[in-house]
């Protein structure tokens, strides 16, 4: 289920009052990932949901196990994550860093960061993105999770991956990208 968009009746604007908005489990924007990351993202909180002040975004990425995000970084975007569930590894600079429950990793802008599940659970955590953008990202280059249907990963990536990182959140992709080993 989507939440409503920006919902009136949680505002309060004589009182100078932001909005509220509760998700149950199931609520948010969920899509499934492309390779090499497959697995699913749930997107709980971005500025077409609710009023924010300050853009951001915030949500849940599973990583199956084998699979990894790619090397990367973000232009003008903080990012902070925490490890909920399973064990793999994060490298943020070359640098690699073990990661399980409770480790949280803050990347700042620029900073090239991957993360990889070499275990054979699953790997859960949260995400937080300011200015938000990566949620549109995994919009537009995943599938929206329908109850009942088939998970269809693994699936390619679409043609266009490098446009739709540029419009959003990721500076290029450099040229000596990193790949698990």
Do not use: C
């Not at 149950?24 to 077409?48: D, H």
């Not at 949901?49 to 973000?74: K, N």
């Not at 693994?154 to 043609?159: L, N, S």
């Amino acid at each position: 289920m989507i939440p409503p968009k920006k919902p009136e009746w949680a505002a309060d604007p004589e009182n100078d009052l932001g909005q509220i908005l509760v998700l149950g489990p199931q609520e948010g924007k969920n899509f499934y990932q492309p390779m090499p990351a497959n697995g699913n993202i749930s997107v709980r909180i971005a500025p077409e949901f609710v009023d924010i002040q300050s853009p951001f975004s915030i949500g849940t990425q599973t990583l199956p196990p084998g699979s990894y995000v790619r090397e990367h970084s973000h232009p003008e975007h903080d990012e902070a994550l925490h490890f909920i569930r399973g064990t793999g590894k994060a490298v943020v600079d070359g640098v690699e860093y073990p990661i399980e429950p409770g480790v949280t990793i803050f990347v700042g802008r620029n900073r090239r960061h991957m993360f990889i599940n070499d275990s054979d659970a699953e790997l859960h955590w949260l995400w937080f993105i300011q200015p938000n953008g990566l949620e549109v990202f995994f919009e537009e280059v995943g599938r929206p999770v329908i109850p009942g249907e088939p998970d269809p990963t693994p699936f390619p990536r679409p043609d266009n991956v490098l446009e739709i990182e540029r419009r959003t959140a990721f500076a290029p992709q450099p040229a000596d990208q990193r790949r698990p080993e």
